[in-house]
């Protein structure tokens, strides 16, 4: 008994303190932060664990390597893709390591997220947005984006290859498709109860409105920001969803947690939910209403949409006397 809890207990590398005390630091973090109170507990001890094992010293001489597999394991632990360790010895702020610097700089090449604009047959717009940018950096693209597909009969908003991005454009693109003075189609909370609600946004570009079709595509590369666009407007039965099921990133980060040695770690500690269903997409991702290949996903919206444009115009047409 006394050896096998000896093995079980494994010394730390001489070159390991700060990786050691970084991961206990996570662990306690996780356990008071963590949004769901009894993931955070049992995912903690999980961490603590695997730490007396000595199972996280594996890149203790390269502190940036250390970070990514911290994120990694800690993701597979609460199965939550959010979550994220960073080096950024310089800052005690989130996202100041290279990664959002090169997505902020890469935003001019990749069309500020609006990536493609066609018209397609029967007066359909196909609109491609694979980024979610912070507002005022996406704001000029979007309206241009919007302003061209508003003269359309029907839209399909496609969002795959969309890893997510910033709340304050996701909210807008959302209420591009809702009524004024519509329900608040998200509603957060955190460990705490329930936090207050976002206000409906003044749009910068034209509303697209209710009445016209709108279809949504996603797949597994739909994460986050855009999960919450499709999934709300589905959920009050303004889009139909097609594709396959999204990524399954619900929940919202909090302000970064500093570690020993320049480490961060990032935590998720808000769930959004509907109103119209009581839940969200967290590991579930988005369900599509109709299932479709990725190569035959735009076909199967467009002819929806024609269908159901189709069964406007014949529902409009005044009977004729026999």
Same mark, same amino acid.
């Given at each position: 008994? /006394?050896?096998? @809890?000896? #093995?079980?207990?494994?010394?730390v590398?001489?070159?390991?303190?700060?990786?050691?005390? $970084?991961?206990? *630091?996570?662990?306690?973090?996780?356990d008071?932060?963590?949004?769901?109170?009894?993931?955070?507990?049992?995912?903690?001890a999980?961490?603590?664990?695997k730490?007396?094992?000595?199972?996280?010293?594996?890149?203790?001489?390269?502190?940036?390597?250390?970070?990514?597999?911290?994120?990694?394991?800690?993701?597979?632990?609460l199965?939550?893709?959010?979550?994220?360790v960073?080096?950024?010895?310089?800052?005690?702020?989130?996202?100041?390591?290279?990664?959002?610097?090169?997505?902020?700089?890469?935003?001019?090449?990749?069309?500020?997220?609006?990536?493609?604009?066609?018209?397609?047959?029967?007066n /359909?717009s196909? @609109?491609? #947005?694979?980024?979610?940018?912070?507002?005022?950096?996406?704001?000029?693209?979007?309206t $241009?984006?919007? *302003?061209?597909v508003?003269s359309s009969?029907?839209?399909?908003?496609?969002?795959?290859?969309?890893?997510?991005?910033?709340p304050e454009?996701?909210?807008?693109?959302?209420?591009?498709?809702?009524?004024?003075g519509?329900?608040?189609?998200?509603?957060?909370?955190?460990?705490h109860?329930k936090?207050?609600?976002?206000?409906?946004?003044?749009?910068?570009?034209?509303?697209?409105?209710?009445e016209?079709?709108l279809?949504?595509?996603?797949?597994?590369?739909t994460?986050?920001?855009?999960?919450?666009?499709?999934?709300?407007?589905?959920?009050?039965?303004?889009?139909?969803?097609?594709?396959t099921?999204?990524?399954?990133?619900?929940?919202?980060?909090?302000?970064?947690v500093?570690l020993?040695?320049?480490?961060?770690?990032?935590?998720? *500690?808000t769930?959004?939910?509907?109103?119209?269903?009581?839940?969200?997409?967290?590991?579930?991702?988005?369900?599509?209403?109709?299932?479709?290949?990725?190569e035959?996903?735009?076909?199967?919206?467009?002819k929806?949409?024609?269908?159901?444009?189709?069964?406007?115009?014949?529902?409009?047409k005044?009977?004729?006397?026999?």
């Amino acid at each position: 008994m /006394i050896s096998a @809890l000896l #093995l079980s207990m494994q010394p730390v590398p001489a070159d390991c303190a700060d990786e050691h005390a $970084a991961i206990t *630091e996570m662990a306690d973090a996780i356990d008071q932060k963590y949004v769901l109170a009894d993931v955070a507990t049992q995912s903690a001890a999980i961490v603590r664990g695997k730490l007396k094992q000595g199972a996280f010293f594996q890149h203790c001489s390269d502190t940036q390597t250390f970070a990514k597999d911290m994120t990694k394991q800690l993701r597979a632990i609460l199965n939550d893709g959010h979550i994220f360790v960073e080096y950024a010895p310089n800052s005690s702020e989130a996202g100041e390591d290279d990664w959002l610097e090169t997505w902020r700089d890469g935003a001019p090449g990749r069309g500020f997220g609006v990536k493609q604009v066609e018209r397609l047959k029967d007066n /359909i717009s196909y @609109l491609h #947005l694979t980024d979610f940018y912070e507002f005022q950096t996406a704001n000029k693209a979007l309206t $241009a984006a919007f *302003e061209l597909v508003d003269s359309s009969d029907g839209l399909i908003l496609d969002l795959r290859q969309n890893p997510g991005g910033s709340p304050e454009t996701e909210w807008p693109v959302q209420w591009t498709f809702m009524a004024p003075g519509s329900t608040i189609p998200l509603h957060r909370e955190t460990r705490h109860g329930k936090k207050p609600d976002l206000k409906e946004p003044s749009l910068q570009w034209p509303r697209y409105g209710t009445e016209r079709p709108l279809a949504i595509i996603v797949d597994k590369t739909t994460f986050s920001a855009p999960e919450a666009v499709a999934y709300s407007l589905q959920a009050q039965g303004r889009a139909v969803v097609f594709g396959t099921p999204s990524g399954g990133g619900a929940h919202m980060l909090g302000d970064a947690v500093s570690l020993t040695g320049g480490w961060h770690i990032v935590i998720p *500690e808000t769930r959004p939910y509907s109103p119209h269903t009581g839940g969200n997409w967290e590991g579930a991702g988005v369900i599509p209403d109709i299932e479709t290949s990725k190569e035959d996903a735009v076909e199967a919206a467009q002819k929806w949409i024609t269908s159901e444009l189709e069964s406007k115009r014949a529902a409009s047409k005044p009977e004729t006397a026999p």
